[in-house]
């Protein structure tokens, strides 16, 4: 395995309802880890929007689910702790931060992995870019840790390629 730069600061942030993204959040940063790479993990439920700040790169993950509006089931939305996190950031700039999305969801329901699409107007808001397109699960990630693998290696490659510079 490729070592990365030790200096490149990566945060592996999330939003876990039943556990599992919060494992696959532990299982990226630990595979990240093992590319050289300085990792932190955090669920968003205990960060502020400041605390995105510092990082060369971000991984944003969260798990898909119903929310209730006005009496009214949204299916396919972010769980209730990323949905305020992502809304108490809305004064929030990082210009040019890099990024990556995960995503789990269930194919059994609409809007399959929704929180992905989510995450995706949250970065564009925030003005970051997205290193890759983002990575959805379908179900339960430990019966699919060599996927995860896989797609942390790629990131883990083009986080060790030149940035762009504008």
């Known amino acids: 395995m ?12 999330y939003a876990s309802n039943s556990g599992n993204t919060r494992l696959t959040a ?3 940063a630990e595979r990240l880890n093992d590319h050289g790479f300085t990792v932190t993990v955090s669920d968003v439920a205990r960060m502020r929007p400041a605390d995105l700040r510092g990082y060369d790169v ?3 993950g969260s798990c898909t689910w119903s929310r209730f509006v006005d009496g009214n089931e949204l299916e396919a939305q972010l769980p209730e702790h990323m949905h305020r996190f992502v809304e ?6 990082l210009p040019n931060a ?3 999305i995960f995503a789990l969801g269930r194919h059994e329901y609409n809007g399959f992995a929704g929180a992905a699409n989510h995450l995706m107007l949250f970065v564009r808001k925030l ?3 997205l290193m890759l397109q983002p990575f959805t699960i379908d179900g ?3 019966e699919q840790w ?7 290696d790629e990131l883990a490659k083009t986080i060790r390629q030149p940035v762009p510079t504008a």
């Not at 108490?88 to 700039?93: A, G, L, Y």
């Not at 060599?146 to 942390?152: E, G, L």
């Open 2 to 13: 490729a070592k990365g730069n030790s200096k490149t600061k990566i945060l592996v942030a």
């Open 26 to 28: 532990q299982h990226i």
């Open 58 to 60: 971000i991984v944003l």
């Open 88 to 93: 108490s950031s809305e004064h929030t700039r």
């Open 98 to 100: 890099r990024f990556a």
């Open 127 to 129: 003005g970051g870019q």
């Open 140 to 142: 339960f990630p430990h």
């Open 146 to 152: 060599n996927t995860v693998d896989h797609w942390t």
